[in-house]
């Protein structure tokens, strides 16, 4: 209970102060003149003065607030390592005993650092923050860290805190630990195609002295170089980018006896590899209507560099103009089939028949650069039925159809296969999940028996209209109808031919989103999910490895025409590896490299300066988690000694009633003017 006085005076301080020093200078005159009563007149002046004042004595009725004390316990991956769960739960256990043997304060316990895939580190203090949100800085006592010491977000300054009491940190893990690191110095983001980029990196040994430590180098899964180094030094290793997409590449180092983890000894790299360019030859073996449509959108796409040439005046064709006339480019046939053929990742013969422009040697330099790795595109028509044929030339074996020798000239809607339905290439196209397709209709098809390859799209009786075909390395793509340019220019609505022609080409070049056969990993948030597409009509379930050796079986399920998908809580940060057998994928779960993992060693310096600045101390829990005593102190500056820590104890009350007694109100007021009055006049009165 506190008591006190108040004023609420009843005309403005300023005339109050007027007023005083009226009664001053008064008060100094009837003293000097030595007038009789001056006491007493002076008395009840102030009187006077004091009732324009009003003032009230007041009574509080204060109850006393509890200290808060935070206890942050880090629950990182890292406190998984040898013994510090056991001594983690152990000082936690102690700590809930001691700190509620001491009156008067209040314990909020709070578990942070788990890894959540986003999160890059072990932040404690962000922790405390949001567990101290509510509580004024007044009634915070400290805060006890349960903790291996790596904490990535400690204060540079004790002020950050917003508190001015004591930080702890009490340190799991033993001295002298062991561990073994691949630390990265220098790593590129992207990479070209076919060529190399270069890796720096480091293999760090703590609490051993260096030596020759064995590399592994692996990219997507499969080791490619393996080498010795020196612990401490930095090293380079090139490493080929072989396709577009992610290229994982790991750095292994060898475990190192009696380390606390091997986790850390491996490092990810994911270097996205793009193609410098796209190079495609395009051969029209006359002009017609669809020409066009062929070179526009190749055109378009910047990553194409095209090459187009039109056949225009065939060997056969004889009009008597001499050639020095002709304002026609000559056919550089030797340079492209033969020199410079492996230059193009992409050939697309446009209804282009034998006319002599090609010799039959340059067709087998086809044949083999497809078996070799490349890709074909025959867009036929008339011309694929005649007996000038390109089925008649050494690409007889590559090619994943046999003309009958007649086409059908009737209008139909092209649709779509079973097959088709599920693959990548046609997969989705805008209005073909109807029947008949909600696009324009063709009138012509080429003829074929004896298919080897997946027909995509059928036209009337189910023939195929197109055809792929991997041969080797390489793949064939074969459209049996020239009429896809009624798409391109809005014939009865048209269709998507811009969607299909880009993925047909891009299929025929290998861009891995369009495999067939393809498993793939996703990561959104806290959850990995596992795509599957595939040609089948079933998958096998997919095993998944976590960054710790940890293994689950994951079953998936239909999504879609050739889709499987299923997915999964992820609760560690790292490499994770999706197999079904016959397919694996890799993805870096969080950040590449996560900090959490960067240095594993238990340490008290990290959490050393915030400790000293607020009067706390940073030390290691005993070998079976034991803690020092807790002390609540109430005036110092130093909260910690050789077996104890401290907390600093508040003075906070809060307000609970309020008494008010006006001095001049009422009766009370009355009798002491009336009082002053009376004085004076029987002064005044002998």
């Known amino acids: 209970m506190n008591f006190g006085i108040a004023f609420s005076p009843l005309v403005p301080v300023t005339v109050l102060w007027v007023a005083l020093a009226a009664v001053a200078v008064i008060a100094l005159l009837l003293f000097i003149s030595r007038a009789r009563g001056a006491v007493i007149r002076t008395a009840a002046l102030l009187l006077l003065i004091g009732a324009l004042a009003n003032p009230s004595f007041t009574r509080e009725d204060r109850e006393p607030l509890t200290s808060v004390a935070a206890v942050i316990i880090d629950k990182s991956p890292s406190q998984a390592f040898g013994d510090r769960a056991q001594q983690t739960e152990a000082a936690r256990a102690a700590l809930a005993e001691r700190l509620g043997r001491i009156p008067g304060l209040e314990v909020r316990f709070a578990e942070a650092g788990q890894a959540d895939g986003e999160t890059d580190g072990t932040r404690l203090f962000s922790a405390l923050n949001a567990t101290l949100a509510d509580v004024p800085p007044?009634?915070?006592?400290?805060?006890?860290?349960?903790?291996?010491?790596?904490?990535?977000?400690?204060?540079?300054?004790?002020?950050?805190?917003?508190?001015?009491?004591?930080?702890?940190?009490?340190?799991?893990?033993?001295?002298?630990?062991?561990?073994?690191?691949?630390?990265?110095?220098?790593?590129?983001?992207?990479?070209?195609?076919?060529?190399?980029?270069?890796?720096?990196?480091?293999?760090?040994?703590?609490?051993?002295?260096?030596?020759?430590?064995?590399?592994?180098?692996?990219?997507?899964?499969?080791?490619?170089?393996a080498q010795t180094v020196q612990a401490g030094r930095s090293t380079k290793v090139s490493v080929t980018i072989p396709h577009a997409g992610q290229n994982i590449i790991e750095i292994e180092a060898a475990p190192l006896e009696g380390e606390l983890t091997q986790v850390n000894n491996r490092a990810v790299v994911s270097i996205d590899g793009v193609r410098d360019k796209l190079r495609v030859l395009l051969v029209s073996g006359e002009p017609h209507a669809g020409e066009r449509t062929w070179r526009n959108l190749l055109k378009s796409d910047a990553a194409v560099d095209l090459v187009h040439f039109t056949i225009l005046r065939p060997p056969e064709k004889q009009d008597g103009t001499p050639i020095n006339e002709l304002s026609l480019i000559a056919f550089p046939t030797r340079e492209l089939f033969q020199q410079r053929i492996g230059d193009f990742h992409l050939i697309i013969f446009d209804r282009y028949a034998r006319q002599g422009v090609l010799p039959l040697i340059y067709f087998d330099n086809i044949a083999r650069y497809v078996r070799d790795g490349g890709a074909v595109l025959i867009a036929a028509g008339p011309d694929y039925a005649s007996q000038t044929s390109l089925w008649r030339t050494p690409l007889e074996p590559i090619l994943p159809a046999e003309p009958t020798g007649t086409t059908i000239d009737e209008p139909y809607h092209a649709k779509l296969s079973d097959v088709g339905k599920r693959h990548p290439v046609t997969r989705g196209l805008e209005g073909g999940a109807s029947d008949p397709p909600k696009w324009s209709r063709w009138f012509?098809?080429?003829?074929?028996?004896?298919?080897?390859?997946?027909?995509?799209?059928?036209?009337?009786?189910?023939?195929?209209?197109?055809?792929?075909?991997?041969?080797?390395?390489?793949?064939?793509?074969?459209?049996?109808?020239?009429?896809?340019?009624l798409w391109a220019r809005g014939y009865e609505g048209g269709g998507p031919h811009i969607d299909l022609l880009r993925r047909l080409s891009h299929w025929l070049m290998k861009q891995p989103d369009?495999?067939?056969?393809?498993?793939?990993?996703?990561?959104?948030?806290?959850?990995?999910?596992?795509?599957?597409?595939?040609?089948?009509?079933?998958?096998?379930?997919?095993?998944?490895?976590?960054?710790?050796?940890?293994?689950?079986?994951?079953?998936?399920?239909?999504?879609?025409?050739?889709?499987?998908?299923?997915?999964?809580?992820?609760?560690?940060?790292?490499?994770?590896?999706?197999?079904?057998?016959?397919?694996?994928?890799?993805?870096?779960?969080?950040?590449?490299?996560?900090?959490?993992?960067?240095?594993?060693?238990?340490?008290?310096?990290?959490?050393?300066?915030?400790?000293?600045?607020?009067?706390?101390?940073?030390?290691?829990?005993?070998?079976?988690?034991?803690?020092p005593r807790v002390l609540g102190v109430r005036t110092s500056e130093i909260f910690r000694g050789d077996d104890w820590i401290g907390l600093k104890m508040r003075q906070a009350t809060v307000v609970r009633g309020i008494g008010v007694l006006p001095v001049f109100a009422g009766l009370l007021g009355l009798l002491l003017l009336i009082g002053s009055l009376a004085a004076t006049w029987a002064r005044e009165g002998r």
Request: glycine content about 10%; overall charge negative; hydrophobic content about 35%.
């Open 444 to 485: 012509r098809l080429v003829d074929t028996r004896n298919t080897t390859g997946m027909p995509l799209l059928q036209g009337p009786g189910d023939r195929p209209a197109l055809v792929l075909q991997r041969h080797g390395e390489g793949r064939v793509a074969l459209l049996l109808s020239d009429h896809i340019w």
């Open 138 to 225: 007044d009634r915070v006592a400290g805060a006890i860290f349960i903790t291996d010491g790596r904490v990535h977000d400690v204060p540079a300054d004790a002020a950050e805190l917003g508190f001015r009491a004591p930080v702890h940190a009490l340190v799991t893990g033993r001295p002298n630990e062991r561990d073994r690191r691949v630390a990265l110095e220098a790593t590129p983001r992207f990479g070209i195609v076919g060529q190399q980029q270069t890796i720096t990196y480091r293999v760090e040994d703590h609490g051993n002295p260096p030596g020759p430590v064995r590399v592994t180098i692996r990219r997507d899964g499969e080791t490619v170089d």
């Open 514 to 627: 369009l495999e067939e056969e393809a498993l793939r990993l996703v990561v959104s948030g806290k959850t990995l999910q596992v795509r599957r597409q595939t040609m089948a009509e079933s998958v096998e379930p997919i095993k998944l490895t976590s960054p710790t050796g940890e293994t689950r079986q994951l079953v998936l399920t239909a999504n879609d025409n050739g889709l499987w998908q299923g997915s999964i809580e992820v609760n560690e940060l790292g490499l994770w590896r999706a197999t079904d057998g016959k397919l694996t994928a890799l993805i870096n779960v969080g950040p590449a490299n996560p900090r959490e993992f960067a240095e594993v060693t238990s340490t008290t310096e990290v959490m050393a300066p915030i400790a000293a600045a607020t009067g706390g101390d940073s030390r290691r829990l005993g070998n079976d988690g034991a803690t």
